[in-house]
């Protein structure tokens, strides 16, 4: 990988991202190794976590190495100490930092700052190691990424960002229906479009979720409310009406359509449960290539490719 940190899909360039998926699917394949052995992960998380804070300890422990968890209580990102601070002595102790936080501003401060690779965990802006594991996913599932159409029905949250971007990158179409009021950012847009051009993708934004899902060969969907937005549920829950994925909506995509959701999921706001529990649900297979893809990503900016020989 060419960057430091990896805060954002658009820090990666297109082979970034051939390599971290190959290395994925390698990785997945292999199982336990030793290619991080004498390496520390520091873990921060400003909010709740399942899925990222498993999958991140497990890979250091399934590389051989060890991620140590910090509760935000005790380190006050910017409260207690200031961010440039915990940086500089993180990187004293650990080999990485892994964050999830309220803003990506506290991310790029921390990359800035830090001596060791900062990887974003979820922002307010993106969560690109979700995206990853999505690609990974799609991969595994259609054998090719780069041609297909993926559509987003729902808020244009971070989730959203990084997939149109990961989409931008990969060539793959990525079609978002939201609400107005509710549409994905505007300089992630047109960021997603000049990597499009590139690649030979379509990004195409509209309020209507029928245009967006007739023939995709992806239907996504994420929470209506993400975390921090707490306060807006009840508006939300007005203002998404009609945005559900539900069997209707699944019906006009391709016939070989697989429906995803990064969890946790909301049965009867965002999807309903009979598509969420149909066999085109993929979802848990999105939970567990998490584990998969951030290995990649922790061996590439830890080790480069360096690294590969000592542990095939
Ligand atoms: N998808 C995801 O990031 O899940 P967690 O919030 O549980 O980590
Ligand atoms: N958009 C959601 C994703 C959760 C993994 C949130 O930010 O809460």
Redesign the pocket.
Known sequence: MHTKDFLSIADLSNTDLQLLLAEAVELKAKGWNHALSDKTLALILE?PSLRTRISFELAMRQLGGQAIYLSPAEVGLGRRESVADIARTLSRYADIIVARTFSQQTLEELGHYADIPVVNA?SDEE?PC?CLADLLTILEYKGTLKGLTLAFVG?G???AASLALGCGLSGMNFKIASPAGYELNSTIVERAQIMAETSGAEIICNHDPYLAVQGADIVYT??WT???QEAETEKRLKDFIGYQVDSALMAIADRNAIFMH???AHRGQEVSEEVIESRVSVVFDQAENRLHAQKAVLVQLLGGAGILPDYR
């Open positions: 909010k979820l969560h979700q808020d949250n971070n989730v994420d929470t993400s975390m921090g990064c969890l946790p």
